[in-house]
């Protein structure tokens, strides 16, 4: 059965800390992972993997792919309160979304 | 460009009631997806489209929910009758080509609740 785990379910961090997210999947004919990040509303678009072993990054945030032991990390310095979200890790073929890491940023 | 636009923004029913909810996806995204999130299953696939056809409906619940896509402007998912456990925020996506490689763009969202 396809399936995405993410860890941990939720953080609370301090502002200035650095913080990893993973995501774990299971899944036949993939295609890419997608990370997002879902505030009060509809999730947002962050980074696509495809390829192992390359690093995207954006700002304070940067991802990963391991497409061998099937996980990916999203990490982020220098963390602010606006981190505050639940991060969402997809993998297509079929968009299998994991539950998410729920990240709590505080002052 | 408006983004994904979804209607209505939020929904009230009764069960047993028809529910339409209805989505316009960015112009020129060819695939279209819909997808149903709640606290307890997470973001679930629905069904999704390219170039009006639908793909995949193996998300779909039940013989309650259809969805179509008569135009590449506008999709509808219906639930007919609704029931309380259809309680749920419904998204709406698009992306724009009907590669397995391009990100989805997301609209805001329908609150549905059935009582």
């Known amino acids: 059965e396809d399936k995405v785990v993410q860890s941990p379910l939720s953080l609370v961090v301090h502002e200035g800390d650095t913080v990893t997210l993973n995501c774990s999947y299971e899944?036949?004919?993939?295609?890419?992972l997608l990370w997002y990040k879902q505030e009060k509303k509809a999730p947002t678009f962050l980074f696509m993997l495809t390829s192992s072993g390359i690093e995207k990054k954006s700002g304070r945030l940067s991802s990963i792919l391991d497409k061998k032991e099937l996980f990916s990390i999203l990490n982020i310095t220098a963390t602010q309160t606006g981190d505050s979200a639940v991060y969402l890790c997809a993998v297509r073929n079929q968009f299998y979304f994991g539950t998410g890491t729920s990240l709590t940023v505080i002052p | 460009d408006a983004g994904v636009i979804q209607s209505p923004r939020h929904e009230v029913t009764e069960m047993g009631q028809e529910v339409t909810l209805r989505c316009k996806p960015i112009?020129?995204?060819?695939?279209l997806f819909w997808y149903r999130q709640t606290m307890m299953r997470g973001l679930e696939l629905l069904i999704y489209?390219?170039?009006?056809?639908?793909?995949?409906d193996s998300g779909m619940p039940e013989d309650r929910f259809s969805a179509k896509m008569p135009n590449a402007s506008f999709s509808t998912l219906k639930i007919q009758p609704s029931e309380p456990r259809d309680s749920a925020v419904y998204f709406c996506?698009?992306?724009?080509?009907?590669?397995?490689?391009?990100?989805?763009?997301f609209g805001p969202g329908t609150r549905l609740t059935v009582t």
């Open positions: 489209f390219n170039n009006n056809v639908p793909i995949d």
């Open positions: 112009s020129g995204h060819n695939s």
């Open positions: 996506a698009s992306s724009p080509a009907d590669s397995r490689y391009y990100e989805q763009y």
């Open positions: 899944v036949t004919n993939f295609r890419s």
